[in-house]
């Protein structure tokens, strides 16, 4: 079993930072690529930033600039580093680990619960 366990979430001003981090846990050989998406309320999911296991990098057009994702292999752990926030950013935030391997021969993907990333006055 695998886990996604995400960290970082909260209130912040508009122009404020803050510092998501999501750590995968469990019967784990690799993972192909981490990322982040995120839900605002009556919204679709959508793609934030991912990163793959050599280090590509793929964002989505709306936080290009402002936000930064970076990975820790040996850690299993994906960080989406959030500048200049806006109150538009404000939705609860998805760590994604695409492609896990847990076995020989099994692929799966996995979902962490998700955190709360608020930009207001």
């Known amino acids: 079993q695998v886990q996604l366990v995400e960290s970082g979430g909260g209130l912040v001003q508009p122009g404020g930072s803050l510092r998501l981090s999501c750590a995968a846990s469990?019967?784990?050989?690799?993972?192909?690529?981490m990322g982040w998406y995120r839900q605002a309320p009556g919204k679709q999911r959508e793609l934030v930033a991912t990163?793959?296991?050599?280090?590509?990098?793929n964002y989505a057009d709306f936080v290009k600039g402002r936000f930064t994702i970076s990975r820790d292999n040996a850690k299993n752990t994906v960080y989406l580093q959030m500048n200049s926030l806006k109150p538009e950013d404000t939705a609860v935030y998805y760590c994604?680990?695409?492609?896990?391997?847990?076995?020989?021969?099994?692929?799966?993907?996995?979902w962490g619960q998700g955190t709360q990333v608020t930009v207001a006055s």
């Open positions: 990163i793959t296991s050599g280090g590509s990098t």
């Open positions: 994604n680990a695409d492609r896990v391997r847990i076995s020989i021969t099994h692929f799966n993907d996995f």
């Open positions: 469990g019967s784990i050989f690799s993972i192909y690529a």
